[in-house]
Nanobody
Framework: VQLQASGGGLVQAGGSLSLSCVASGRTFSSYYMGWFRQVPGKEREYVARITGGGDFTYYADSVKGRFTISRDNAKNTVYLQMVSPKPEDTAVYYC???????????????WGQGTEVTVSS
């Protein structure tokens, strides 16, 4: 599976931004998809994940109620809608695919290249 993330950029705090991640291959719906983020000098941090069929979503406490993960299996795409972002959400955001339901980076076998998000105050 190859993943291509996009949609990052500069956004004002309190605004909104939507990230997308397109996957190659025919088995997209069989993967749990996750979003993670990383700032320089820190470990990659879990943000959200979604089951293969899109029935269940899970969020880190830090983004719960502000971010929404969704997917369109017909388009092999997973999304992360960021509403009311905060300056502390500034990071490089990565999409990833896993065969198991887990928030751990170790569970994810495939990673996108990352898209940078900067939230200005």
């Amino acid at each position: 599976v190859q993943l291509q993330a996009s949609g990052g950029g500069l956004v004002q705090a309190g605004g909104s931004l939507s990230l997308s991640c397109v996957a190659s291959g025919r088995t997209f719906s069989s993967y749990y998809m996750g979003w993670f983020r990383q700032v320089p000098g820190k470990e990659r941090e879990y943000v959200a994940r979604i089951t293969g069929g899109g029935d269940f979503t899970y969020y880190a406490d830090s983004v719960k109620g502000r971010f929404t993960i969704s997917r369109d299996n017909a388009k092999n795409t997973v999304y992360l809608q960021m509403v009311s972002p905060k300056p502390e959400d500034t990071a490089v955001y990565y999409c990833a695919a896993a065969r198991v339901n887990s928030p751990s980076t170790r569970a994810y076998s495939y990673w996108g290249q990352g898209t940078e998000v900067t939230v200005s105050s």
